[in-house]
């Protein structure tokens, strides 16, 4: 079964055993963010090191504290999200793997290894990724849409990149895109998500704008079943429906109007 890691935003945390969640998301990425969204229909956190520490402070729940880019402060800043408490590090916009050898080695088996895959860098050394001690691999989206040009932020899913990575990671837990409650999702809707994620294995995903969307209207609580409700009959499929629902998923990103990038980049 897919598990569900949730950003920890808007009082969530706190309610973490409650509604079942597998993770709670940290994110502290800002290093060159602001400048390669910029434009973009994105979202960036406003999480600090102190939002970290006081999250930990009240819940048991697994916390994945997504950090820098791996650059000359990342010894200061990995050491300082280990003291405040996260048990896991997610390390984005990875190109080489030297960064995830120092990140690993930073580490130091304190905690867990994460990579953010959402470069064209990264997808050329996915098998390099492979065979390092790492905990899982996101496939970014976001990031790759912007880098690649693709069409749609969703590309990645009907291209073939997701299979292709999923392939590579073997064993890795792997994950990709974000839920909200099966029967909404725009512009692409979340049953297709849901039906990929299952096809492709995954291990675990995201759940962000817009399941906070969702739960804004319905309880927290029936919009979290409901996913989990949705994810086990996708786990329960035929190879024939799976196979028909691979094409419909695909077809349905395919048919999505292009999301020009902004001009100014």
């Not at 006081?54 to 800043?77: E, K, N, P, V």
């Not at 912007?146 to 990671?169: H, M, Q, Y």
Request: with cysteine; charged share 25%.
């Amino acid at each position: 079964m897919t598990e569900l890691f949730a950003f920890a935003c808007d009082g969530l945390h706190r309610r973490s055993a409650e509604l079942g969640f597998d993770a709670l998301i940290v994110d502290l990425e800002r290093e060159g963010k602001h400048h390669r969204q910029s434009g973009f229909d994105t979202q960036i956190s406003a999480h600090t090191i102190d939002d970290l520490g006081a999250i930990r402070s009240t819940t048991d729940t697994h916390i994945i504290c997504r950090i820098d880019s791996m650059s000359a402060g990342s010894s200061r800043q990995i050491n300082d999200v280990i003291f405040a408490g996260a048990d896991e590090i997610l390390v984005p916009m990875v190109r080489h793997p030297r960064e995830v050898e120092g990140a690993l080695e930073l580490a130091d088996g304190r905690v867990g290894v994460g990579v953010m895959i959402e470069t064209v860098d990264a997808l050329r050394i996915v098998e390099n990724l492979a065979e390092l001690p790492i905990s899982r691999a996101y496939l970014g989206l976001n990031d790759l849409w912007i880098e690649r040009r693709t069409p749609n932020r969703f590309t990645a899913l009907s291209d073939g990149t997701a299979d292709k990575v999923s392939s590579a990671l073997g064993g890795i837990p792997f994950g990709v895109a974000g839920l909200t409650h099966p029967l909404l999702g725009s512009p692409l809707p979340c049953r297709h998500l849901v039906n990929e994620l299952s096809r492709l294995g995954c291990g675990f995903t995201f759940l962000r704008r817009a399941f906070l969307a969702a739960i804004a209207h319905l309880p927290a609580g029936e919009v979290v079943a409901d996913i989990r409700a949705a994810l086990t009959v996708a786990d329960s499929r035929s190879p024939f429906q799976v196979d028909t629902d691979r094409r419909g998923a695909h077809k349905a990103i395919d048919s999505l109007p292009v999301e020009d990038a902004p001009e100014s980049r």
